[in-house]
């Protein structure tokens, strides 16, 4: 039993910060929400924070009431190996693995790059700086082909810009001088005043 109880506590912790963090979210000023019928400040902030609940209440149910310990390891944990090598045993002889290569370069490089994202947004506004985000991951990940590295990259910036400013209202950063005036027409392109 205490190994179950072990098993949940971080769970049970998770639970208490969500609980923390709906009772402040109920703090957030709804006023200006009401005109125009739009949704409030505070709605996508309670949602993901009631998710969060959920998933929390469900995990604790799951190992405390079912006594299951199930953990999902993956769609494509199985898909490491290539067929074209030679198995674990080869002709009833064991093949020893090679360890996997580590990539700290690539590591520090993403972890900058997000750094960069969050200084420059404000001054290149966030579709441009989103467009350049993708492009520049998508490259770091060692993808090549440059045209479908463009047309995810604005494609995916573009996706994002609709889905916060039209289903979610989320005010993004419009960026400064001509940046702004890049953003401000791509938000009249969608219909975004």
């Given at each position: 039993m205490l190994e179950r109880l072990r098993a949940v506590l971080p769970h049970s912790l998770m639970l208490l910060v969500?609980?923390?963090?709906?009772l402040a979210a109920m703090r957030i000023d709804t006023a200006s929400a009401a005109v125009g019928?739009?949704?409030?400040?505070?709605?996508w902030p309670k949602?993901?924070?009631?998710?969060?609940?959920?998933?929390?209440?469900?995990?604790?149910?799951?190992r405390l009431v079912l006594h299951s310990s199930f953990t999902a390891r993956g769609l494509t944990e199985g898909l490491t190996h290539?067929?074209?090598?030679?198995?674990e045993i080869s002709d009833g002889v064991p093949v020893e693995a090679e360890p996997e290569r580590e990539y700290p370069?690539?590591?520090?490089?993403?972890?900058a790059l997000i750094v960069g994202y969050v200084l420059v947004v404000p001054w290149l506004g966030f579709f441009l700086t989103t467009a350049l985000?993708?492009?520049?991951?998508?490259?770091?990940?060692?993808?090549?082909?440059?045209?479908?590295?463009?047309?995810?990259?604005?494609?995916?910036?573009?996706a994002l810009v609709v889905i916060f400013m039209r289903v979610a209202y989320i005010s993004l950063p419009l960026g400064a001088g001509p940046f702004h005036d890049l953003s401000t027409a791509l938000l009249a392109l969608i219909g975004v005043r």
């Open positions: 969500a609980i923390g963090l709906y019928g739009r949704i409030g400040p505070d709605f949602v993901v924070i009631v998710f969060m609940g959920l998933l929390c209440v469900y995990e604790i149910v799951k290539n067929p074209a090598e030679p198995s370069a690539l590591l520090w490089s993403g972890a985000f993708l492009a520049v991951f998508i490259r770091l990940g060692g993808f090549r082909r440059p045209l479908v590295t463009l047309a995810v990259s604005v494609i995916g910036a573009f």
